[in-house]
């Protein structure tokens, strides 16, 4: 009865301390925007973008990860709580690369005056 209690009160508390999807989706979105903007503005830029999407899945992950809380987040919260974390993690990285890529398929304005 006590270890049945115990797991319940664990269980019970997971939801309070796991952030809502509508603020995991607003800073994904937030830092997807701004890394893409730092990638098409200088490409040492996205050295900075790297870092600061590391930190926020070394924030994300860590508790869906962890033997204890993680297998409680799913029954509590559901899967696509779990999907949507982790989509939201690693979105940033998606931008990131979409950046670097648009930047290096943008013509300079010599390759311009030169087809004229």
Do not use: H, N
Not at 92 to 113: K, N, Q
């Amino acid at each position: 009865m006590v270890r049945m209690l115990t797991r319940f009160c664990i269980v019970a508390e997971v939801v309070d301390k796991e952030p809502t999807l509508a603020w995991l989706w607003t800073v994904a979105v937030i830092l997807s925007v701004a890394s893409f903007g730092l990638c098409r503005w200088r490409r040492w830029a996205s050295f900075i973008a790297l870092a600061a999407t590391a930190i926020w899945i070394t924030i994300l992950l860590p508790e869906l990860r962890d033997p204890f809380i993680g297998p409680a987040i799913p029954q509590e919260l559901g899967r696509s709580y779990v999907i949507q974390t982790y989509v939201t993690a690693f979105l940033p990285l998606v931008f990131i690369f979409l950046g670097l890529y648009r930047d290096g398929t943008r013509p300079t304005s010599g390759a311009y005056l030169r087809s004229r």
